[in-house]
């Protein structure tokens, strides 16, 4: 139930801070009925094509659900951790969501203090991290992503206090190929930021295009769109951790449309 309530409210936030009142009022519409129909985490989804919602639109919320679904628990799990928490936290969080490649807690130089698990197979650097103003007014959790030598991983972090005084940062991070694992198709899925591509579909000329759209300007008034590339259109929906923008991307024949 919490889901279904923040999820719909989160987004006419967004919305309402970014776009006009009349605006908003035809993206929330047909936003609303997307999160509600394939978000909402109930027992049963109906696959049946809702009105208003043309089979682009319905293919790209399925797609997406389920990542997006794992991701918000993630986030609202970290969200209310300001202070450092107990030892047991570290692991009972990676037990909760195994998709995670690490959780770990760093002091205000970057120096490691806890995690799990111990090695883990991907490491990030603090550093950019620590370089952003955290403080009681600047406690929202922040993503971030890194390259690695074992492929780009999408961090997201937090500030923890004592005593009102900025202490550290709770990090997570995970590889972008185990978020994608929850899609009921990924190789027809782009996922990327406006600088950076997580992952990449099956077709290299689609997401080629995908990459050279000007996400800035786009996102500078819209949070979901279509973007017409040759045979394909575009649809997307972009997801804010902090200032960073994931943007889940899907192509589909113009005939989809139709």
């Known amino acids: 139930m919490f889901t279904h309530v ?12 970014l776009v006009g009142c009349s605006t908003v009022r035809s993206a929330w519409d ?23 919602l043309s089979r682009a639109e319905q293919s790209l919320a399925m797609q997406f659900s389920l990542m ?47 995690g799990q698990p111990e090695t883990p197979i991907k490491t990030i650097d603090p550093a950019p991290l620590l370089e952003r103003e955290w403080s009681m007014f600047q406690r929202g959790l922040q ?6 030598p074992l492929g780009p991983e999408v961090i997201i972090a937090g500030p923890f206090f004592r005593d009102g005084t900025w202490q550290g940062l709770i990090i997570a991070h995970f590889d972008p190929r185990a978020l994608v694992s929850f899609a009921t198709a990924p190789e027809r899925l782009v996922l ?5 591509l997580l992952w990449s579909g099956a077709d290299q ?39 960073l923008q994931l943007i889940y991307a899907l192509a589909l024949p113009s005939r989809a449309e139709q």
């Open 205 to 243: 000329v689609t997401t080629r295009h995908i990459m050279e759209a000007p996400w800035e300007r786009i996102l500078r008034d819209r949070v979901h769109g279509r973007k017409s590339a040759e045979i394909d259109t575009i649809r997307w929906l972009s997801r804010p951790i902090g200032d």
């Open 6 to 17: 923040f999820l719909p409210i989160s987004l006419a936030l967004l919305l309402m801070s």
């Open 68 to 114: 997006d679904q794992n991701l918000e628990e993630a986030l609202r799990a970290l969200a209310p951790q300001d202070r450092f928490p107990s030892s047991g936290w570290f692991a009972d969080f990676l037990e909760r969501f195994p998709w995670m490649t690490a959780i770990v807690a760093v002091d205000t130089q970057g120096r490691p203090l806890t």
């Open 143 to 148: 993503g971030f992503t890194q390259d690695t």
């Open 192 to 196: 990327l930021t406006p600088e950076t």
């Open 30 to 52: 047909k936003t609303t009925e997307a999160y509600e129909t394939y978000v909402d985490p109930r027992p049963e989804i109906d696959l049946d094509r809702r009105p208003g």
